[in-house]
């Protein structure tokens, strides 16, 4: 049974909304990292406030490597992060879209 033209476009909907929100974080996640690599100001509102939508969604991988250098452990926490994120929304988005 297929679904009709409606709900394709539905589901394609839903497909696009997920593909964005799952970008969005891994956006913040490497906007992270790049703040951090460049020295922004930790008191600057908008490092502290990216900083905090990094910590939410870091999948708990905030100290999984704990190099000597604090940006390299940065660098690779949360670029794993991003990783997983951007699999994850790759997967979920492709899973959706193949609702018959």
Do not use: C
Request: hydrophobic share 55%.
């Amino acid at each position: 049974m297929t679904v009709g033209t409606t709900a394709r476009r539905g589901i394609d909907a839903l497909g696009s909304v997920l593909r964005i929100v799952g970008m969005l974080i891994v956006l913040v996640l490497v906007l992270h990292i790049v703040l951090t690599l460049l020295d922004a100001n930790p008191a600057n509102t908008l490092a502290m406030s990216i900083h905090e939508l990094a910590d939410q969604f870091n999948l708990g991988l905030s100290n999984l490597f704990l190099p000597a250098d604090p940006k390299l452990g940065i660098v690779l926490n949360y670029g794993t992060a991003a990783l997983i994120w951007f699999v994850i929304t790759s997967v979920v988005v492709r899973i959706v879209r193949r609702i018959p």
